[in-house]
T-cell receptor, first 120, second 113 residues
Framework: DTGVSQNPRHKITKRGQNVTFRCDPISEHNRLYWYRQTLGQGPEFLTY??????LEKSRLLSDRFSAERPKGSFSTLEIQRTEQGDSAMYLC????????WGPGSSYEQYFGPGTRLTVT | KNEVEQSPQNLTAQEGEFITINCSYSVGISALHWLQQHPGGGIVSLFMLSSGKKKHGRLIATINIQEKHSSLHITASHPRDSAVYIC???????????????FGQGTILTVHP
């Protein structure tokens, strides 16, 4: 299967514990995005990488969150000292890098199945 | 006001009906995406468009760049079309296509047999 994969699919943790999620993008995709989706809402942008460089982080990403993409391949998202408000679906997507700017410059994003985090 | 607004939030239809979901946005975009999400979380890209109209099977997506509005149509709806449909835009600023998506809240579609 050459799609985007995420592990684990489900994670239940106690408040205060650290958790780490992994995303394996489509191999030739140099852009990788992390999004978070809470129940009944559309996803929200967290951060994205172009190759190994983390180019933007949302204000939603507090100091407890850290993401890496070593060697521009898979990515990890770590949440330290989890809080109940962190309970959500964490989605990863990958794409090719856009061509220039303006209409028509984007590439389609391919999403993984998500990791559902429950903090008790 | 959200940058991406969808309507309606909930839509119920009978099998065979023609369905329209609307999306309005307020930022400059490089593309507008229509996505489908089934229970359990997986998101599938249906369309990515920056002008005009695209068709795939019973699904049609249109966009009016001047009015910053897009519609997703489903002809001859079927119960298997029941899902959440999400509009998202990839915006640009300062001459660089960032690519990150800004999402609407989604439209929950239920098609009854």
């Amino acid at each position: 299967d050459t799609g985007v994969s995420q592990n684990p699919r489900h994670k239940i943790t106690k408040r205060g514990q650290n958790v780490t999620f992994r995303c394996d993008p489509i191999s030739e995709h140099n852009r990788l995005y992390w999004y978070r989706q809470t129940l009944g809402q559309g996803p929200e942008f967290l951060t994205y990488f172009q190759n190994e460089a983390q180019l933007e982080k949302s204000r939603l990403l507090s100091d407890r969150f850290s993401a890496e993409r070593p060697k521009g391949s898979f990515s990890t998202l770590e949440i330290q000292r989890t809080e109940q408000g962190d309970s959500a679906m964490y989605l990863c997507a990958s794409s090719l890098v856009g061509r220039g700017w303006g209409p028509g410059s984007s590439y389609e994003q391919y999403f993984g199945p998500g990791t559902r985090l429950t903090v008790t | 006001k959200n940058e991406v607004e969808q309507s309606p939030q909930n839509l119920t239809a009978q099998e065979g009906e023609f369905i329209t979901i609307n999306c309005s946005y307020s930022v400059g975009i490089s593309a507008l995406h229509w996505l489908q999400q089934h229970p359990g979380g997986g998101i599938v890209s249906l369309f990515m468009l920056s002008s005009g109209k695209k068709k795939h099977g019973r699904l049609i997506a249109t966009i009016n760049i001047q009015e910053k509005h897009s519609s997703l149509h489903i002809t001859a709806s079927h119960p298997r079309d029941s899902a959440v449909y999400i509009c998202a835009v990839s915006s640009y600023a300062g001459g660089t296509s960032y690519g990150k998506l800004t999402f609407g809240q989604g439209t929950i579609l239920t098609v009854h047999p």
